[in-house]
């Protein structure tokens, strides 16, 4: 398959799972890139945080148009988010890339035994 037409896949599942889910970084793009796309593990990371940024935005918009959205509820989740964000930015060049695919994997590890078993 052509790269362009695996990029635009790509981005249509993690669209597709920001919709869905709330989430499509770590959880869909990471595995699509280092593995599908051959992106080096470091770099997946941080591409991720950038796809999400403006699919984000699109749903944002979409739930807030249908009015399934609370924006005075979002402050503390916000401010908590960019301090994290920041932390985590400056960090990133220091932590090896094991331990992050590690965390990475225990959550959705997490994610999915939730999803499973809480339902």
């Known amino acids: ?7 635009a896949v790509t981005g249509a599942l993690a669209g597709a799972a920001n919709g869905f889910f709330g989430s499509g970084g770590g959880l869909f793009l990471v595995p699509l890139f ?24 699109v749903s944002l918009a979409v739930y807030f148009w249908r009015g399934g959205l609370d924006l005075t ?6 401010l908590g988010g960019l301090a994290g964000g920041l932390l985590s930015g400056k960090l990133f060049d220091k932590v090896p890339v094991t331990l992050l695919r590690r965390v990475l994997g225990v959550l959705i590890l997490y ?8 339902l």
Request: no cysteine; hydrophobic share 50%.
């Open 1 to 7: 398959m052509k790269s362009k037409v695996k990029q």
């Open 34 to 57: 280092t593995r599908w796309l051959h992106m080096e593990q470091k770099k997946a990371f941080a591409t991720s945080v950038a796809v999400i940024l403006p699919l984000s935005a």
């Open 73 to 78: 509820g979002t402050l503390p989740y916000l």
């Open 111 to 118: 994610g999915g035994v939730r999803a499973v078993l809480l």
